[in-house]
């Protein structure tokens, strides 16, 4: 596993496994596919870290890959650099998790073969999408991710999961479609399709009115995939009604691979980062910050609360990315990590009630701290992490945040920041007290704790988000700080591809 | 010129049709407009001046041919296309079995 | 074919029916053939072949074309042909890198040329025709099913 050849190796993995599973899915025992997911997921983690190591000790900062032989810009190549290593074992880390927790989890729903061929799927264009280096191959890569996301929402077909399924396809549709146009006119302008190419191109042409509007474009196709303010709709209704695994997916890295990752890349290495964009980035994610941690509080179905608190950490993230500092793209990505962590993790422990108790609703449960120990310990950890209380991951993510604002100088923001945070907190104080503490009502005096699959994958994330923040000894420093390197040097990233 | 502007004249006609019908058949038509109308865009970015289809054939000396890359990138696209119409048709047909009705105003399970 | 006169359509449509339907199964599969030599290929192609058999749907009722293709087999024969494809692209790697066009090239303008892009179009158009006429029996069992409003 030295060389160069394992890139190609993350899209062909879960594309083989997923229509392998749907072909055998009938006749094979449910022992061999349930292995033949876990390790798929176990072999792509595995190879997300062997990229890391392959990347540390080579002499270039980026390893790229020519499908075909053929040449870029003539060929679509694929690119490992920093950034994409660190989404790779961000993206992988939830899967495997995941996949180990639906192992119990999806016995009430009907089908699995086909639920592991869709998810598959799904993890095939996450991946692709991340190591791609041709603007195309990203759009093709991004749809086969939302149309496989938007056949999960609906998996369990019940009336809610229909309506929400069809709200979240036709603004998805449309969303794609902005970026389509985006993308023709970009060709349009500069007649290739490489990113790195089309950064050297754009550098050396003045700027016309045609790259804001582009830009106007993009932020609208790649801003309601990523679940921000004004675009925000679907995210509220599409969570509840998908099963638990799905939403813990789909909040956890699907929003931030397919809208912030592919925001970040074609933002900054490719259109190039001006003022303009970064206050147009801050201005949104605050508005995001503010507005969805008010609704979420008035909440109560516990998954709508998630998925309202979920706009507001994305909030956060593209807060601390259009500052544009060194610190403030450093505080932003070490968000991202932190919160694929511990929202996968709430809406894990929130699928754990649900399968014991068959209820979502705050005001139906009470007292389950005695029955389900496990999930109530783990629900206590994430919520303490996403709160911002040492010495959990989340304190330091949202510490360096509020540093970088301040030291560029824009106060409101960093006490928007401030504000969000308490906000945060009393909500998950809403959810530990009338989920876990108090009185046991009737009727659930004989449920049992979750099996043991899904009580293995709580605690699994449960023990990164206690051990997040040794990410920032400097030993460990160098996982963030490549990935915010390949960012600040904007387009100067093109001549390290083309050679 | 006025090719581009009929092309965004197509898109209003399907952006219309999105916002503002109560069917759900007709909002996924009013969908289907926007995609070909961007579709028919990208295709018409690649037009050149005096010059012909892409096709090379035997025995032929070609001077300028129309950019072959958009034509390859639109069929990608219609295939999409016809991907999520496939799963909005399937959506639409399993409402109306739960629904009974396919009027978006009295579908409404979800609020708040 | 089962010729009951209350499924389908009327006998004008019928007849016609039966004298065309191997001409666009045999087109389809000609513009699949030729995909490197003339535009079409394995999507275009694959269309072509998945409507011979809706129309042959459409003409004399569903049970035509459920009763000899079920969903089962619609559904691997799809696998097979996606995992057809990814098997090709594999087959680079023993060349040099992913996706590589490894077989002998031969001259311009021949059938038998241009490495693996023909066996490409057969393993997208397998995929191709079965995939929608899978989505067609899907929505017509549905359509069966449902109970009277």
Redesign the interface.
């Known amino acids: 596993m030295n060389s160069v ?1 394992i890139i ?1 190796l993350f899209v ?1 993995i879960p ?2 496994s997923a ?2 599973i ?2 055998i899915g ?1 006749f094979a025992k449910r022992a061999y596919i349930n292995f033949l997911s876990v390790i798929t997921c176990l072999s792509l983690l595995f190879l997300s870290f062997s990229g890391l190591n392959l990347l540390r000790h080579s002499a270039v900062p980026a390893l790229v ?5 053929w040449v870029p810009p003539f060929g679509i190549c694929m690119v490992l650099d920093g950034l994409a290593n660190f989404m790779l074992i961000t993206v992988n880390l939830v899967a495997f998790f995941v996949s180990v927790y639906s192992l119990s989890y999806m016995e009430k729903y009907t089908d699995r073969p086909k639920f592991l061929t869709l998810f598959f799927l799904m993890l095939t264009g996450m991946n692709g999408l991340i190591v791609t280096g041709d603007l195309f191959n990203l759009f093709v890569f991004l749809e086969i991710a939302s149309i496989s996301s938007y056949a999960l929402v609906a998996f369990g077909t019940e009336a809610e999961e229909l309506e929400a399924s069809f709200k979240y396809t036709i603004m998805g549709t449309l969303a794609s479609c902005f970026i389509f146009l985006g993308i023709a006119f970009l060709y349009g302008f500069t007649s290739t399709l490489n990113m790195a190419d089309m950064a050297n191109i754009l550098s050396a042409k003045q700027n016309i009115w045609l790259i804001n509007f582009v830009a106007v474009l993009f932020f609208m196709g790649f801003g309601l995939k990523a679940a921000l303010m004004p675009f925000h709709g679907w995210i509220a209704d599409a969570h509840p009604s998908a099963p638990a695994s799905i939403s813990a997916m789909l909040s956890g890295v699907l929003i931030k691979t397919l809208g912030i990752y592919a925001l970040m890349r074609v933002f900054f290495n490719v259109l190039g980062m001006t003022d303009a964009y970064c206050s147009v980035l801050m201005f949104l994610g605050s508005l995001s910050i503010i507005i969805a941690v008010i609704l979420a509080l008035s909440q109560f179905d516990l998954k709508r609360l998630l998925a309202y608190s979920s706009i507001s950490q994305i909030g956060y993230i593209v807060l601390g990315l259009g500052l544009g500092t060194p610190l403030g793209i450093l505080g932003g990505l070490f968000h991202l990590f932190n919160h694929s962590v511990f929202k996968s993790l709430l809406f894990l422990t929130s699928g754990s009630i649900d399968y014991s108790t068959g209820t979502r609703d705050l005001k139906e449960m009470s007292g389950l701290k005695e029955k389900l120990p496990v999930t109530a310990n783990t629900n206590l950890i994430a919520s303490m992490s996403i709160s911002g209380i040492p010495p959990f991951s989340g304190f330091f993510s949202k510490l360096i945040i509020i540093f970088a604002c301040i030291q560029k100088g824009c106060i409101g923001y960093a006490l928007i920041a401030v504000i969000g945070s308490i906000l945060t907190l009393t909500t998950f104080a809403k959810v530990q007290k009338f989920a876990f503490f108090g009185e046991l009502k009737e009727k659930y005096k004989a449920i049992k704790e979750v099996p043991p699959a899904m009580k293995f994958s709580m605690i699994g994330l449960a023990v990164i988000c206690i051990l997040g923040g040794f990410l920032l000894f400097p030993s460990l420093r160098f996982f963030l700080n490549d990935a915010a390197g390949v960012l600040l040097e904007g387009r100067d990233y093109a001549k390290i591809i083309l050679k | 010129m006025s090719l581009y502007l009929l092309c965004l004249a197509l898109f209003c006609v399907g952006l219309y049709g999105v916002l503002r019908k109560r069917n759900i058949v007709k909002i996924i038509i009013g969908l289907a407009i926007i995609e070909y109308s961007i579709n028919l865009f990208f295709v018409l970015l690649g037009y050149r001046f005096h010059g012909r289809a892409p ?1 090379d ?2 025995d032929q000396n070609i001077l300028n041919m129309v950019d072959p890359l958009p034509q390859a990138l639109v ?1 990608t696209s219609i ?1 999409i296309g016809l991907a999520v119409m ?1 799963v909005l ?2 959506i639409a ?2 409402l ?2 739960k629904y ?1 009705t396919f009027d978006i105003t009295k579908i409404k399970q979800l609020k708040g | 074919m089962i010729d009951n006169p209350k499924a389908g359509m009327s006998l004008i449509v019928k007849t016609i029916t039966r004298l065309i339907m191997g001409l666009i199964l045999l087109f389809g599969i000609y513009i699949v053939l030729h995909g490197h030599l ?2 079409g290929g394995g ?1 275009a192609g694959g269309m072509i072949i998945a409507l011979s058999f809706v129309h042959l749907m459409l003409a004399f009722g569903k049970e035509a074309v459920t009763s000899k293709i079920s969903k ?1 087999l619609a ?2 024969l ?3 042909g ?2 057809m494809f ?1 098997s090709i ?2 087959i ?2 023993f060349g ?6 490894i077989l002998k090239k031969g001259e ?2 021949k059938l038998f040329s241009a490495g693996t892009i023909p066996l490409n179009n057969l393993a997208i158009s397998l995929k191709v025709s079965v995939g929608l006429l899978a ?1 067609f029996l ?2 017509v069992i ?2 069966g099913t ?2 009277e ?1």
């Open positions: 050849n190609p062909i594309l083989f229509f392998f749907s072909l009938r890959y020519k499908i075909g032989g | 096709i054939a035997q069929l295939v496939a048709i399937s047909l399993r109306y079995e009974g | 003339s535009p999507f089962n559904s691997n799809e696998s097979i996606a995992l990814l692209a594999a680079g790697f040099g890198s992913f996706f590589l066009n311009p303008f989505i899907a929505l549905l359509e449902k109970k409003i």
